[in-house]
Each structure stands twice: as C-alpha cells, then as structure tokens.
C-alpha cells in the first residue's frame, strides 16, 4: 500500500470488501442463489446484484458526476433481469432472477472502476460535496459515500454468508 493517507486506506478497504463479497459467493450457484429465505429476508441473487449496482450509481453517477456502468457499458448486460429501485427495494429483491456469471463480471467491472476512481482522488478531494436528495440523503461529502457504501458492501456479504449458514452451507471463505 502506497503512503498512509485516507484514500489509500479507502482504496485498501474497499478491495479487501470486494475479495470478501467475492469470495462469499465463489461456490453459490443459481439455485442457491435464488433460494427465498424466510420472513422478509432476501435472497443471495438480490443482496449480490445490489451490492454491485448500488456502488455503481452511487460512486459513478453520485459521488464522480459520470454515468454509471449500468447505464452505460453494462446497460441490460449486469445479469439481473431488472436494477434495483432507489430506496425500498423489498419487492424487487423478491422477483429478481440474476444470471450470476453476467453479474459477476458486471461486479467486476464495477470494482474495477471504483479502483479507477479512488485512485484519482487526494484527500482533500473526499470533502468535495456532492448532492444526494435524489436518495434522500441531502448533501453530504465523497468521503460520506465512499463510507456509506463500503459499509453497504460489508453488510450485504454478511447477510449472504448468513443466507448461506440458512441453507447449510459455508458463509464466508475463511
């Protein structure tokens, strides 16, 4: 890792969030995959295709001012038969059919620019406001998202793991 400031730390954290998504979900297959939980849980399909589409729009079109892969190089091709809605996505995570080997590679790509667009930042840069009332978050800064969905990264591969534990098998890879 190069010298100590925020934003390698971020670029750090967020890789190691990326490797542990990824390899909670090395041996989910689709019927794993689309397997609904009970009560209000979701399943493994939905929370991984979130993950990958909410740091897409949130960091490409929120936070850097671009347009998103999903909307852009990735349009129809992220592998989930329709993107999640902003705000409740609770019906959706319940229909959702993804086809996990598009998705993973939509992931992949998204990883891969958000690599791309932290290393084009300096730490001054993570106190650049950014407008996120379109998500009813009002205006914070790029250091808030990048926060906020790091945490939405580690959150979402736990509840995989668990949803795995559910169906018998290993949640996380270590």
């Known amino acids: 890792m190069d010298s100590q400031t925020a934003v390698s730390l971020l670029r750090a954290q967020y890789g190691m969030a990326h490797s542990w998504v990824e390899g909670t979900m090395q041996d989910v297959t689709a019927e794993i995959a689309h397997k609904h ?21 949130y960091l490409q079109a929120l936070a ?38 598009a998705a993973r590679a939509y992931a992949q ?16 840069d993570l106190e650049r406001e950014v407008d996120l009332s379109a998500v009813g978050l009002g205006t914070q800064t790029v250091g808030f998202v990048l926060n906020l969905l790091l945490l939405n990264t580690a959150a979402h591969a736990g509840e995989i793991s668990a949803l795995k534990g559910i169906q018998g098998l290993r949640g996380y890879p270590f």
């Open 37 to 57: 939980p009970p009560g209000r849980l979701h399943p493994i399909a939905a929370e991984y295709i979130h993950i990958a589409v909410g740091e897409d729009y």
């Open 64 to 101: 850097r001012g671009a347009t998103p892969l999903v909307a852009s190089s990735f349009a129809g091709k992220t592998g989930a038969s329709e993107v999640p809605p902003l705000g409740d996505w609770g019906d959706w995570g319940r229909t959702v059919q993804v086809d996990l080997d």
């Open 109 to 124: 790509a998204v990883y891969a620019a958000t690599d791309d667009y932290l290393a084009s930042l300096n730490d001054a």
